[in-house]
T-cell receptor, first 110, second 117 residues
Framework: QKEVEQNSGPLSVPEGAIASLNCTYS??????FFWYRQYSGKSPELIMS????GDKEDGRFTAQLNKASQYVSLLIRDSQPSDSATYLC??????????FGSGTKLNVKP | SAVISQKPSRDICQRGTSLTIQCQVD?????MFWYRQQPGQSLTLIAT?????????ESGFVIDKFPISRPNLTFSTLTVSNMSPEDSSIYLC??????????????FGPGTRLTVL
């Protein structure tokens, strides 16, 4: 079992819709969770971090964390073609050791 | 967040040779890391670069193959030694600064795209 699992996609949504990206992790004691966006040929860019159960909103992005279910998600409201990218879920499972999921490719169709 | 640069941005190398990648940060940071991202894959941590001491390597990575230096709080190098085509990958450095509010958030440099022929 991989430490961090994501559906590889591609996930296709129409412009203006809500994109929902999901991630599960194996280490129950993990405390820090991150979403990165990676455009083709570019390095990952941090877009959200979340540490507590519940929702955290930042603009069009909402991260959701459920530690009991070992599940973290990212919602993108009013999706734009510029949101088309691969989204990487990362979990800090040990002191400063990040495990990354394989990424979900999102395609927002105009 | 800190501005991170890497040199070179890309290189094409012959097998058996070595390449040193530099990572420069515009401010002092507590932690620096090196990752590898193989084609179509996610990121794998190679090692944590420790200032003034030997790097801490992850399982599957050894110092003889990936020597790392970190002489100060703003600079690190990763050398890929005795390269083979399997080393073709993107190499990324990342930083954390525990003295800031953003503590364990990691920020990535632009990456070095290495092709080994």
């Amino acid at each position: 079992q991989k430490e961090v699992e994501q559906n590889s996609g591609p996930l296709s949504v129409p412009e203006g819709a809500i994109a929902s990206l999901n991630c599960t992790y194996s280490d129950r004691v993990s405390q820090s969770f991150f979403w990165y966006r990676q455009y083709s040929g570019k390095s990952p860019e941090l877009i959200m971090s979340i540490y507590s159960n519940g929702d955290k909103e930042d603009g069009r992005f909402t991260a959701q964390l459920n530690k009991a279910s070992q599940y973290v998600s990212l919602l993108i409201r009013d999706s734009q073609p510029s949101d088309s990218a691969t989204y990487l879920c990362a979990v800090n499972m040990n002191f400063n050791k990040f495990y990354f999921g394989s990424g979900t490719k999102l395609n927002v169709k105009p | 967040s800190a501005v991170i640069s890497q040199k070179p941005s890309r290189d094409i190398c012959q097998r058996g040779t070595s390449l040193t990648i530099q990572c420069q940060v515009d401010s002092q940071v507590t932690m620096m890391f090196w990752y590898r991202q193989q084609p179509g894959q996610s990121l794998t941590l190679i090692a944590t670069a420790n200032q003034g001491s030997e790097a801490t390597y992850e399982s599957g990575f050894v110092i003889d193959k990936f020597p790392i230096s970190r002489p100060n709080l703003t600079f690190s190098t990763l050398t890929v030694s005795n390269m083979s085509p399997e080393d073709s990958s993107i190499y990324l450095c990342s930083v954390e600064d525990w003295r800031t509010e953003r503590k364990d958030e990691q920020f990535f440099g632009p990456g070095t795209r290495l092709t080994v022929l």
